[in-house]
């Protein structure tokens, strides 16, 4: 077997820290813990970049971030926040990170083939 062949293998996934996270998300925020789903959104983010056979989520996993740190920011920016980010998210936001979120495992587990 070259190197080439072992470089093109597409049976390699993501690694399953970034498998679970990518499945924490959504089930955190319609669970109704938002503030929590910061840390499976930093990892499935951090890991997209830093191990190579997660390389093809790097644009999911920034766009899931990207969205989740709108609502973040309003919630730090504003003079008088609500007591948890899932009180001050506005409904709009949510479906939109879920969606990505969905999006984002749907290329984790389809999205493979070239």
């Known amino acids: 077997m070259t190197t080439s062949t072992i470089s093109r293998d ?12 990518a499945w924490a998300i959504p089930v955190l925020l319609l669970s ?16 997209s970049f830093t191990d190579q ?11 899931v971030a990207a969205l989740y740190s709108i609502p973040l920011v309003i919630l730090n920016v504003r003079p ?13 936001f949510l479906v939109l990170i879920v969606v990505s979120a969905a999006a984002l495992l749907a290329r984790l587990y389809i999205g493979r083939r070239k």
């Open 53 to 63: 056979r997660a390389r093809y989520l790097r644009w999911w996993t920034t766009a």
């Open 32 to 47: 109704g813990f938002a503030m929590i789903a910061l840390l499976p959104v930093l990892v499935a983010l951090i890991g």
């Open 10 to 21: 597409t049976s390699v996934r993501a690694p399953l820290f970034i498998q679970i996270a």
């Open 80 to 92: 008088d926040p609500a007591g948890s980010l899932t009180k001050d998210m506005h409904p709009v």
